[in-house]
């Protein structure tokens, strides 16, 4: 691995250049009257953060294309009609965007004289330089308001569509967007409250109804580069892009109950249950001499500590773990790329981390448990569990970490391993910069 390549290396975000802090996020309150109302908030970004924002879409897009993936939700209209899975595999994904390529120019590349619009959801997983500066944006209101359920995902919006191609709609039961627009061109909301919309439709179903019909009785909310829109869950709208221009939301979803108990149970899917098993089963006989359930119970991965909770306290048990990994991720839902799928990083190959000098990957912070049963910690990095023996240093070390302080790491396992080895502060650390929990400063 090139231990000095850029996509590894951090770039120091200047906070002090931001201006999306504490008490911009008390006027956000205030002005949206605690998510409820929609708003406006003009300038919020500067012009090198929204060139900034641009080139970390550009990234994302790489990504995407690189791993061959819709799975995520990556979408392409053109002309209104959306870009089959076919055309996506042989003109989209072949043909990136280039380094330091105008999106505008990309799109122009590729479908010449054509109306483009793309949406494209986690990019903050192809992307950690986005997930990161969203993650300062939004520590102050996380620390304000708390981290919702199911934590925080993103859209991007990028393309001179005309009307979103998804026509006229109202977003699921308790979603809240905060849009952040980084242009060039700018963009208008139209929007109706419920009653209003279905008082427009007259008893019609919303697709028979021409949507320049609707629009002279809508909520206008034009804005441009550096402005802030944000829209509660429960307005129908649709978007004007008729300027080709670039929005990246943050979603702060207050999800239902059920949509959070059915994440949750694939949580408990995916840690506890051996999915890969291919045994074939066998056909019951008797009620009386039932044995079927062997099957099912060999397909379990729980410990021996863990065999004697009920359902409901394991569900508990799976709920803490999952908030653990949430509040490590700052509230990001999806896992970032690891370096391992980004550029084939290997955890085994940490010799050359001796001589580096890291920090923590700011805003985030690794959090820890100390699983007494079994005498074993789990850290909680960028979303991921990593478990380990326990031992007070890795403790010690952890919390060396979260200091935010910048550490040449021969120095920092001599300082907190006395007893450990210093191979075993070298496999951490490697496995955390993995994570892309911790970064490296040199």
Not at 172 to 184: K, S, T
Not at 236 to 253: M, N, P
Request: charged share 25%; with cysteine; glycine share 6%.
């Amino acid at each position: 691995m090139n231990a000095t390549s850029p996509e590894i290396v951090s770039n120091k975000i200047n906070v002090q250049a931001i201006k999306i802090n504490d008490s911009w996020w008390e006027l956000f309150l205030e002005k949206t009257n605690h998510f409820k109302n929609t708003t406006v908030i003009k300038d919020a970004i500067s012009g090198i953060e929204c060139d900034e924002i641009k080139e970390m879409v550009g990234k994302v897009i790489r990504e995407v294309c690189r791993a061959k993936t819709d799975n995520y939700g990556f979408r392409i209209f053109v002309d209104g009609v959306k870009v089959k899975g076919e055309e996506l595999e042989s003109l989209v994904f072949p043909q990136p965007p280039l380094m330091n390529e105008d999106l505008q120019s990309w799109g122009e590349r590729l479908f010449p004289g054509k109306k483009i619009g793309m949406i494209i959801n986690s990019g903050e997983k192809f992307c950690n330089e986005l997930a990161q500066r969203l993650a300062v944006y939004a520590a102050p209101l996380l620390e304000k308001a708390g981290i919702p359920l199911n934590g925080l995902h993103s859209t991007i919006f990028v393309g001179n569509y005309g009307l979103t191609p998804l026509g006229i709609h109202q977003d699921h039961r308790g979603a809240n967007v905060i849009h952040f627009h980084v242009g060039p061109g700018g963009k208008i909301m139209y929007t109706w409250n419920e009653q209003q919309f279905n008082e427009l439709l007259k008893g019609r179903n919303k697709k028979d109804v021409p949507v320049e019909e609707l629009l002279p009785h809508a909520n206008e909310f034009p804005f441009g580069k550096g402005d802030i829109y944000f829209m509660p869950w429960d307005q129908f709208h649709i978007g004007h892009s008729d300027e080709f221009s670039i929005g990246v939301t943050l979603w702060f979803d207050n999800h239902v109950r059920n949509y959070v108990l059915n994440n949750l149970l694939e949580s408990f899917r995916v840690q506890y249950l051996n999915m890969e098993d291919t045994t074939v089963t066998v056909p019951e006989q008797s009620l009386n001499d039932l044995k079927g359930y062997a099957d099912i119970d060999a397909v379990l991965k729980i410990d021996q500590h863990l065999a004697k909770k009920t359902f409901p306290e394991f569900l508990k048990l799976v709920y803490e773990e999952y908030m653990f990994s949430l509040f490590s991720n700052q509230g990001w839902s999806s896992l970032p790329l690891s370096l391992s799928e980004e550029i084939n990083y290997d955890e085994n190959d940490y010799e050359f981390l001796a001589e580096k000098e890291i920090r923590i990957a700011y805003p985030f912070k690794i959090l820890h448990k100390h699983i007494q049963e079994v005498q074993k910690v789990q850290l909680f990095a960028r979303g991921s569990k990593i478990e380990l023996n326990y031992h007070q240093e890795i403790i010690d070390l952890v919390n060396k970490l979260n200091e935010g302080i910048v550490y040449k790491v021969s120095s920092l396992a001599a300082q907190v391993f006395k007893e450990l080895p210093a191979e075993v502060a070298l496999y951490i650390l490697s496995l955390l910069l993995n994570k892309r929990s911790i970064e490296l400063v040199n």
